[in-house]
C-alpha cells in the first residue's frame, strides 16, 4: 500500500531557530499534501495544503511566513517552522490524499 | 474549518466491557473515519463508511453513520487494555471518490483497565 515517510519523529530545538519536517510519498507520487498539527491534548487541526508547482494554501489563522511548505517534487514535501517559540512546540502530521495515508509525525519541542 | 464534536470526552471502563463513542458532524460529508492513536503518537486508521452506508464491522468494531443526524458511532466490543488510546472520528467532505482535507472530531480518550 501508499507509504508516507516523515522525520525526523521528534526534534528539540532551541528557540528562534527554525526546524525542517520531510514528507516523502515513497511508492507513489503527491500533488497534493495535507500539514496537520496536533496541540497536547486537542484534537488534529489542518493547518495547509502543498501543492506540487504551486503555492500552498494556509488554514485561517496559520501564519504563513512562519510555517514555510514547499512541494519541491511529486515525492517531497517539507514544512518548515521559522524563528521557532514554544508556543509551537506540538505534533505535526502529514498526510497523502492517496487513501489518506498519514505520516508518522513529527513531536516538535521548543526550549 | 469547524471541528466535530466527540463524546464522551474521556471514558473509562474495565477489560471485556463495550466502548461507545459518539460523533457528531457539522456539513455534508463523503465518508467518515475513525482513527486511533495511541499517547501522542501517529494515527492508526481503522475504518471508513460511506455516506450512502449505515453501518460498517471491522472485527471487534462496529460503526455506525446517521446523515440526516450528522453523527456516528463507534463501538469497540470486548475490551481489550491494548485498546486504551484516544479515538478520533474525522470527516471528508470532497469530491466523491477523490480523497480531500479531513476535519477531525475532537476526540474521546479511553482507558481500559485490567
Known amino acids: 500500500g501508499a507509504v508516507v515517510s516523515q522525520h525526523p519523529s521528534w526534534v528539540i530545538c532551541k528557540s528562534g531557530t527554525s526546524v525542517k519536517i520531510e514528507c516523502r510519498s515513497l511508492d507513489f507520487q503527491a500533488t497534493t499534501m495535507f500539514w496537520y498539527r496536533q496541540f497536547p491534548k486537542q484534537s488534529l487541526m489542518l493547518m495547509a495544503t502543498s501543492n506540487e508547482g504551486s503555492k500552498a494554501t494556509y488554514e485561517q489563522g496559520v501564519e504563513k511566513d512562519k510555517f514555510l511548505i514547499n512541494h519541491a517534487s511529486l515525492t517531497l514535501s517539507t514544512l518548515t517552522v521559522t524563528s521557532a517559540h514554544p508556543e509551537d512546540s506540538s505534533f505535526y502530521i502529514c498526510?497523502?490524499?492517496?487513501?489518506?495515508?498519514f505520516g508518522s509525525g513529527t513531536r516538535l519541542t521548543v526550549v | 474549518s469547524q471541528q466535530g464534536e466527540e463524546d464522551p470526552q474521556a471514558l473509562s471502563i474495565q477489560e471485556g466491557e463495550n466502548a461507545t463513542m459518539n460523533c457528531s458532524y457539522k456539513t455534508s460529508i463523503n465518508n467518515l473515519q475513525w482513527y486511533r492513536q495511541n499517547s501522542g503518537r501517529g494515527l492508526v486508521h481503522l475504518i471508513l463508511?460511506?455516506?450512502?452506508?449505515r453501518e460498517k464491522h471491522s472485527g471487534r468494531l462496529r460503526v455506525t453513520l446517521d446523515t440526516s443526524k450528522k453523527s456516528s458511532s463507534l463501538l469497540i466490543t470486548a475490551s481489550r487494555a491494548a485498546d486504551t488510546a484516544s479515538y478520533f472520528c474525522?470527516?471528508?467532505?470532497?469530491?466523491?471518490?477523490?480523497?480531500?482535507?479531513?476535519?477531525f472530531g475532537t476526540g474521546t480518550r479511553l482507558q481500559v483497565t485490567l
Open positions: 498526510s497523502a490524499p492517496r487513501g489518506y495515508t
Open positions: 474525522a470527516t471528508d467532505a470532497g469530491l466523491t471518490g477523490t480523497a480531500s482535507k479531513l476535519t
Open positions: 463508511i460511506r455516506s450512502n452506508e
